[in-house]
């Protein structure tokens, strides 16, 4: 075999290969240039220890976020739960990345939510069927959907008080049963499923797993979770099937089954725009998005009216208003006293300001991204938080004071952001605003109340609870 190397191509070799060499480190630096500041941590595990250590505190955002604000600016990267992301604060950020929901970034959810809610619901869909569901859940919520949704609203919280409020001056946990009330709305109210004893605990059991490990080793959270959710598809198949059956006898896919959501599923069940477990997830779906979101944005209101007596005061002098306007003191209300009730929502808004019920979300980068003058690579992760503006003073003049007035003014858009926004803004939002104004309504025209602990620390698991259950004291008014 012959060894010899001609001098000449070996010199060219190697200047090719240099030249390769420099041309991709340089390329390599000039996209590590642009990628935001901040620190990937440890292989993996990134700052995930960090970021967990402040949300169990109920401290993410000052301790995580804000503590690195202040170190890199409002965009920085970090690794989290093994995944490059960046985190992103502002209006200008809450604007870009919501609205461009599907053209630069989708949304993107722990496998374990995916799994648990389905991957038909609506968290999980793109485009078109996107437009489908939306479409349908927004029809049950229109103005003329509203109107039939407030007696029905009313009649379950009248109910709901007798039940459980009523028999003298007592003790009672507000968060705990602002959760049955919750869950009874959404499944009675909004989707015409009645509850059944057992069922609000098969809900909470999937919900539990929802943001857990997705680890099915047996006795786990999240097997526990996948179980229950195994057996509500199952009732909720038989349920859809009755509804269908029913639906079909009467010849009624073409109404609109009285305003009834599942009804309006079905409906378009029968029209072949969505399948079976299309309904089923997307019922697994929305109660999960509004179950613990709107209890907790309940137990806030109290807790900020406990605090705050002057507002607690303007506040009842208008449900007082409303109240003297029936002619009979068991009168249902109205949409239209709904819509007088313009100062218990800006009491409910600032609320819900300063302890946002979702704290933000994350979006998945589809395409490589400039932003804030950074690149971020398709692939990477980017987390919008409620708080990043919510807590600012650029958006809300002394962000830690309670001050349900300063809603009287418009506030920059994006930066008031509970519901999140774009596309993907929450769907249930006037269902959200509906239950908060009439359960409020009917608690204080028809009790005295005063909270047991005024300071009951939150706890965080991962969406926020008080810890304690919120004791609440009640004395029931003489009618
Ligand atoms: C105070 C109560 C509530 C709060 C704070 C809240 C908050 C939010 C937020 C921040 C999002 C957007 C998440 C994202 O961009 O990734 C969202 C989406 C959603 N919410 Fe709510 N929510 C509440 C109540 C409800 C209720 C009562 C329902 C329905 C009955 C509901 C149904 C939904 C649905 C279906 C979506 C997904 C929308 C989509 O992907 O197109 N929410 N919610």
Not at 333 to 353: C, F, G, H, P
Not at 400 to 410: I, M, N, S, T
Request: aromatic share 10%.
């Amino acid at each position: 075999m012959n060894l010899e190397v001609n001098p000449l191509s070996f010199l060219v070799v190697i200047v090719a290969i240099a030249s390769l060499a420099f041309v991709m480190k340089n390329c390599k630096s000039k996209i590590e240039r642009k990628l935001p500041p901040g620190k990937m941590g440890l292989p993996w595990i990134g700052e995930t220890i960090d970021f967990y250590k402040a949300q169990k505190k109920n401290r993410l955002y000052q301790d995580f976020i804000q503590a690195r604000i202040r170190k890199h600016g409002l965009t920085f990267k970090t690794r989290l739960m093994g995944h490059p992301t960046v985190v992103v604060s502002g209006a200008e950020a809450n604007k870009f990345f919501l609205s461009n929901e599907f053209k630069l970034v989708v949304s993107s959810w722990p496998s374990s939510s995916v799994q648990l809610m389905g991957e038909n619901s609506i968290m999980e869909k793109q485009g078109e069927a996107h437009r489908c569901l939306r479409g349908i859940v927004a029809t049950s919520l229109s103005s003329s959907g509203l109107e039939n949704l407030v007696p029905r609203i009313c009649n379950t919280v009248t109910m709901h008080l007798e039940r459980y409020w009523n028999g003298g001056e007592k003790t009672i946990s507000l968060y705990g049963l602002t959760k049955v009330l919750t869950f009874t709305i959404v499944l009675e109210c909004l989707l015409g499923i009645e509850v059944k004893p057992g069922m609000l605990e098969m809900f909470e059991k999937v919900l539990e797993g929802v943001f857990a490990a997705p680890f099915s080793f047996p006795g786990s959270k999240f097997s526990r979770a996948k179980r229950a959710r195994k057996e509500i598809e199952e009732m909720l198949v038989e349920i859809v099937r009755d509804r269908r059956r029913e639906m079909e006898k009467q010849e009624q896919e073409q109404s609109d089954g009285g305003g009834i959501l599942l009804s309006k599923f079905v409906a378009a069940m029968i029209r072949g725009e969505i399948t079976e477990a299309e309904v089923a997830d997307n019922i697994v779906l929305l109660v999960f998005a509004a179950h613990d979101t709107t209890s907790f944005a309940i137990a806030m209101t109290f807790r900020m009216l406990a605090h705050h007596p002057n507002c607690y005061a303007l506040l009842r002098k208008e449900h007082d208003n409303i109240m003297r306007s029936k002619s009979e003191p068991d009168e249902s209300l109205t949409y239209e006293d709904v819509k007088q009730m313009n100062y218990t929502w800006q009491v409910a808004r600032e609320s819900i300001r300063i302890f946002p019920p979702i704290f933000g979300s994350f979006r998945k980068a589809i395409q490589d991204i400039e932003f804030d003058g950074y690149m971020i690579p398709k692939g990477w992760k980017v987390l919008w938080t409620a708080y990043g503006t919510h807590y600012d003073s650029k958006y809300f003049e002394d962000p830690l004071r309670f001050e349900p007035g300063r809603f009287d003014e418009l506030v920059q858009p994006f930066s008031y952001v509970p519901f999140g926004g774009g596309p993907r803004l929450c769907a249930g939002y006037q269902l959200a605003k509906l239950n908060i104004l009439i359960f409020v309504h009917y608690v204080v025209t028809r009790y005295n109340w005063t909270l047991e602990n005024l300071d009951e620390p939150i706890t965080v698991d991962p969406l926020p609870f008080p810890s304690q259950g919120m004791p609440i004291r009640i004395y029931p008014k003489l009618q």
